[in-house]
């Protein structure tokens, strides 16, 4: 049974600094790797998504990376601002686009 | 754009009641998908469509149906509402490739006393 896992499960930083987020899984038998965000109260929206052929993803400061072997993926974020502040949400995908979800990293970016 | 749109956004049932929520989307895209995310434990696909008049189980089915007439429209329905149930309900939808995101509508906050 696949099984996603997301540490740290919450994190504080202060402004400016880099961080990166974790996301390990447990079978290396995935179509693609998927990063979200999830604001208070909010659904989810999609950051980046890497496919399985692939290393990384890069979208403006944010980098991730896919490493299927090991099972591993982290999101990296350059320069980190309040506005950054949320949980993130990594998910590996089955088939039909069938998504399973670790249980976040809540992130809160100190001004 | 709308993108997904989920109604209610919140309920308080009573036990026993039946309910359904609805999700519409007006992307065009395919597939469609019914969440369930409760603290600690992430979000789990309770069940999912590939096309209209399609539904599939998820990981977490039971005490659900749905049905998508309309491939706008995905329904997901609680026949005899259960205290467990108690959570937070996403609808998400994509196109029918594994090389494009879900969207995800804002979701709908059910409590069932």
């Known amino acids: 049974k696949q099984e996603v896992t997301q540490i740290p499960a919450a994190l504080s930083v202060p402004e400016g600094e880099n961080l990166v987020l974790n996301c390990s899984f447990t079978?290396?038998?995935?179509?693609?790797l998927q990063w979200f965000r999830q604001d208070p109260g909010k659904g989810l929206t999609s950051l980046l998504l890497i496919q399985s052929s692939q290393r990384e993803q890069t979208s403006g400061r944010l980098n991730a990376s896919l490493d299927k072997s090991s099972g591993r993926s982290t999101l990296y974020i350059a320069a980190s601002q309040p506005g950054d502040s949320a949980t993130y949400l990594c998910a590996v995908c089955r088939a039909t686009n069938k998504l399973i979800f670790g249980t976040g990293t809540l992130l809160a970016v100190q001004p | 754009n709308a993108g997904v749109t989920q109604t209610p956004k919140f309920r308080v049932l009573k036990t026993g009641q039946s309910m359904t929520l609805l999700c519409a989307q007006d992307?065009?895209?395919?597939?469609m998908y019914w969440y369930r995310q409760d603290p600690g434990m992430g979000l789990r696909l309770i069940h999912y469509s590939v096309g209209e008049g399609t539904t599939a189980k998820g990981e977490v089915p039971d005490g659900y149906n749905v049905s998508r007439l309309k491939k706008q429209n995905f329904l997901l329905g609680l026949e005899s509402a259960a205290p467990s149930q108690t959570s937070v309900y996403f609808c998400?939808?994509?196109?029918?490739?594994?090389?494009?995101?879900?969207?995800f509508g804002d979701g709908t906050r059910l409590s069932i006393l």
């Open positions: 079978d290396s038998a995935i179509y693609n």
């Open positions: 998400a939808s994509s196109y029918a490739s594994l090389s494009r995101p879900q969207h």
């Open positions: 992307m065009n895209h395919e597939y």
